[in-house]
Every structure is written in C-alpha cells, then in structure tokens.
C-alpha cells in the first residue's frame, strides 16, 4: 500500500480538498508554492501513463474542477500543472499556482509550512468548489 493510499483510507491524516469516488485531492505536505496541491488515482498505479486512456483523462478533469478552486482562492496568474514521480509510486498530478515561474521550482520548497497556514489554505480552496 503507497503512502497515498493509507492517506485516501485515513489512516494517514492530510489537508484534504476534494475526492470523489475515483479521484483524490490534499495539499502537498511540502508545498513549493501555497496552494500545491496533488490529484491522485484511488486505484493504485505507479506510472502516470501506464494509466488506461479513460482513466487519465478522467484524472484531468478532476484536476480541472480543483485547479479553478485554487485559481480562484490563491492570488495567481495560472495553475501549473507538473507531474513527477520520482518519490511516490503512486501516480499523482501536482497544481501549482503560479505568479511566475520560478513558483514552480520543484528545488525551493516551502521550509516547514506551518499547519495553521495549510488548514486555511485548504479551507480557502475547498470553499471554492
Ligand atoms: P514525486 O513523487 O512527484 O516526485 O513527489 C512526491 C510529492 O509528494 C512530494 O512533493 C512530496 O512533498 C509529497 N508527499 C510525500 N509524502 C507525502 C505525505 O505523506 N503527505 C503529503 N500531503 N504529501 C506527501
């Protein structure tokens, strides 16, 4: 069981945003901009494009519904879309609003966000689903 899944199952607590009964949103434990969040698969895969066709696209429009929460609760220009993989084995998709790109870089992360600043980043966002 990824890490991921124990969080989707509760086992794990997270700053949650969304899910419906495919899909899971939470913000990014160490966010390179507030605000990042990451859309998982409940089903278990590994690799992103070993996703069926049906699956990863439905995976995006997921992405699209949350990614308008962000754009709307978190000053920004646009919400990037990054994907990854190289720490989790559990395909996931990270949203990043940015306000240039240097809000992207995956090498300067938030030091210690604060758990009172992540609840209410999450609370900003959900509020605008
Ligand atoms: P990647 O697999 O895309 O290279 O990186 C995994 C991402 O998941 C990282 O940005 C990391 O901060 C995030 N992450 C790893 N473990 C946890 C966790 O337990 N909770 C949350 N919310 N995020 C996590």
Redesign the pocket.
């Known amino acids: 069981m990824t890490?991921f899944s124990r969080?989707i199952a509760g086992e794990?607590p997270?700053?949650k945003i969304a899910e419906d009964d495919r899909f899971f949103a939470?913000?990014?434990?160490?966010p390179v901009n507030w605000g990042h969040t990451?859309i998982v698969p409940k089903r278990e895969e590994d690799y992103i494009f070993d996703l069926s066709d049906e699956e990863l696209g439905a995976m995006m429009v997921f992405a699209k519904k949350v990614a308008a929460a962000i754009k709307e609760a978190i000053p920004c220009r646009k919400v990037g879309v990054t994907?990854?993989?190289?720490?989790?084995p559990h395909a996931?998709i990270?949203l990043v609003p940015l306000k240039n790109e240097g809000d992207m870089n995956?090498s300067n992360?938030i030091s210690d966000p604060s758990p009172e600043k992540m609840k209410q980043i999450a609370a900003a966002i959900t509020a605008k689903l």
């Open positions: 890490i969080i794990i997270c700053y939470f913000l990014d434990i160490n990451l994907v990854l993989g190289l720490e989790v996931h990270h995956f992360k």
